[in-house]
Each structure stands twice: as C-alpha cells, then as structure tokens.
C-alpha cells in the first residue's frame, strides 16, 4: 500500500445510523454482516481511480475513518475523538434516514470536526431560522452527505424525508447520496450514486494533491473557524 498515495476521509455521524456497515460495503463492496459499535476510531481502505477513463487517470488509497461516540458524549470523548481530525482532506456525514434527530446532529459533528473543538456548543436549531451558508461554501474541506436505511421509510414518507435531506444538502453544500447498506446496488456502476460517490473521492483528492493553495495541502490544519448562531431545520 505505500507505494500509492493516499488521501483521509472522515465518517462522521450518530451512533447506530451504520457507518461501519457503510464503510465495509464501500471498501469491501460486500455487506456487513454482524455490524457492532465503533469504539475510538477504525480505519478502512478504498481504491479510487482518480479521473477514470481520462489521460490523467491515476490510482490512489482513500482512508475511511469511521470515527465512533455520539455527540452528546462527556468532553473527555470529545477531546480523545479531536485526535483523529488531524490533516483530514474530506468528511462523510452520515445520518439514519428514519431518525431526524441524526439528521440534525450532523450540524454539531460538522462543527467539532471543522473546528476541532472538544465542545461544540452555541448551536441553536429552530424551525425557520436562517443561518450563513456561505460559511461551508467557504470550507475547503470537501463534505458528502450519506442518508442510510432507505429500504425503512414507509413510502407515503419518502417525499417529506427527502424534501428534508435535501434542505441538508443545501445547508452544508454537499451532494447527497441516500442508500441501504444492506443493499449493494445502490452503489453498483452507472448509478446516480456511484457516480456521485466517484465525483466526491475526485474532488477530494484534487483539493489535496492539486490545490494552488499551500494552506490547503494537508488537509485543514489552518482553517476559518465555524460558528453557527442559527441553523434552519424543519
């Protein structure tokens, strides 16, 4: 593996919403079978074909690093959990399509990784409120977002649960991707999603080995701070 490089993605989100179960389906392109909790941090490699199809095509290892806690968790956890967000070039936020609550917990994960802060407080979320999205259109860290257990939404749910997921991706300017892991095809070639997938782990890997910018080689060692005073979720 050393003689390729390599880029880190975090993935981020709620205990329970299945980020190992994602992670193995995208690095091992099988289904987990007997998933179990994450505890610290466990790390999984991907092959990218950089620009595939195209003369600058190239091969690298994209490191997914299933980050494990739960927000709420003491301030000891967050502070052993800020180790982990060192140099990282790009963030999947994960969240369980049948639990608004993880949904809106992707605010503060966002927020404790960005700014590796080991409390992320002062985030308010009210229905209706605006907050400044130019504040992750500024980020340079590239951010995906991952709605899980699709097959478990009732189908007169589908429109409404969407309409939201949508407003997320919105809000973090991130391209959205909606799967159940326990279901390969959702990510099979020539999806929507694959492609999606594909374009996330390109950008990645452009922001981190082809960025003009030196301060944003290594990931976001030195980066605008984020606060949010208000964030809109309906």
Same mark, same amino acid.
Request: charged share 25%.
């Given at each position: ?5 390599? =880029?880190? =993605? ?29 505890? &610290?941090?466990? /790390? ?26 739960? =927000? ?10 800020? =180790? ?28 404790? %990784? ?10 308010? /979320? ?34 409404? /649960?969407?309409?939201?997921? %949508? ?21 099979? %070639? &020539? ?12 950008? /990645? ?30």
């Amino acid at each position: 593996m050393a003689s390729l490089d390599r =880029v880190k =993605v975090l993935v981020l989100g709620d205990s329970g919403v299945g980020k190992s179960s994602l992670v193995h389906l995208l690095c091992q392109n099988q289904v987990l079978g007997n998933p179990s909790w994450t505890v &610290g941090c466990s /790390v999984d490699v991907r092959v990218q074909d950089y620009k595939e199809g195209t003369p600058e095509e190239k091969t690298y290892y994209i490191e997914l690093w299933d980050v494990g806690g739960s =927000v709420g968790s003491a301030s000891s956890i967050k502070s052993t959990r800020a =180790v982990f967000y060192n140099s990282v070039n790009g963030i999947m936020l994960v969240h369980d399509l049948t639990n608004k609550k993880s949904s809106q917990n992707l605010y503060r994960w966002s927020l404790e %990784a960005l700014n590796r802060d080991s409390s992320p407080t002062g985030v308010i /979320v009210s229905n209706g409120s605006d907050y400044d999205r130019e504040q992750f259109a500024e980020n340079p860290v590239p951010l995906l977002l991952i709605g899980t257990k699709f097959d478990q939404i009732p189908e007169n749910k589908r429109n409404e /649960v969407l309409t939201r997921t %949508a407003f997320l991706s919105e809000d973090f300017n991130a391209e959205e991707i909606n799967l159940d892991c326990t279901n390969p095809r959702y990510l099979a %070639a &020539g999806t929507s999603n694959a492609v999606k997938l594909s374009r996330f782990f390109d950008k /990645v890997i452009e922001k981190r080995y082809f960025t003009r910018d030196p301060s944003q080689m290594t990931g976001f060692t030195d980066r605008k701070r984020f606060n949010f005073k208000s964030l809109h979720y309906d």
